[in-house]
């Protein structure tokens, strides 16, 4: 299910767009070797873009709710995503660590790097990709709690603008105990490695 309204551009004219692209760069989208390049960026749009076909809250209705009392953080770490910046449609590639302490009701685990996908394969801005994956966990699971820090690399200022490598951005998201509680928050990037400059 889509959160957005259906589009109405073809796959004809997305590939034409691409060979304007292609043109205005200073190629000639006739030539052999780009001919089947729109055809390709088209599908690698639909692959890298998916995320707008997908409501990640449906990841989180499936609960658990006997886990035998546990009411303990869960934490899942570096989980590794691919997406793209809005302003520059340039990669933003990084990991997402996302905890939650929970009420009863408990999630398959795969599932919270399933949500961290789905709004990576959007064109973003990563302090929203950071609170929208908490808000989502937060409203779907009701926990306690939610933390979600992100660590990624933007190309828009690797490979162009201010060319500057080895630059990384952290952004992170605290909601209900991991927010109000200093010491779940501690725990958390204890967790994860931050406290301690472990990474
Ligand atoms: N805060 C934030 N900034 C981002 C993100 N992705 C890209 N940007 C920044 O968005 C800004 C856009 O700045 P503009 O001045 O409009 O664009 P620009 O002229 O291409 O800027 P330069 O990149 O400095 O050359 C740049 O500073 C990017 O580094 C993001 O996820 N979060």
Redesign the pocket.
């Known amino acids: 299910m889509s959160e957005h309204e259906p589009h109405d551009v073809t796959r004809e004219q997305a590939e034409e767009a691409v060979r304007t692209l292609l043109r205005w760069a200073g190629e000639n989208p006739e030539r052999e070797g780009l001919l089947d390049t729109p055809r390709r960026v088209v599908k690698a749009y639909r692959d890298w873009f998916s995320g707008y076909q997908i409501d990640p809250g449906e990841y989180l209705r499936r609960t658990f709710e006997e886990v035998a009392g546990y009411d303990e953080m869960v934490v899942l770490r570096d989980i590794e995503f691919e997406s793209h ?1 809005e ?2 449609m340039a990669p ?1 590639i990084g990991r997402a660590h996302v905890g939650y302490l929970p009420t009863n009701r408990v999630v398959g685990i795969s599932k919270l790097a399933r949500v961290v996908d789905a709004y990576a394969r959007r064109f ?4 929203k990709m950071t609170a929208e994956i908490a808000r989502c966990i937060q409203d779907n699971l009701q926990p306690v709690g939610v933390a979600v820090v992100i660590d990624a690399s ?1 190309e ?2 690797t490979t162009r ?2 060319h500057k490598r080895g630059v990384s ?1 952290i952004t992170s998201q605290m909601l209900g105990s991991f927010r109000d509680d200093a010491r779940t928050r501690s725990e958390f990037l204890d967790f994860i490695g931050i406290n301690r400059g472990k990474r």
């Open positions: 910046c302003h520059h933003i973003q801005v990563q302090e933007h828009c200022m603008g201010v951005m």
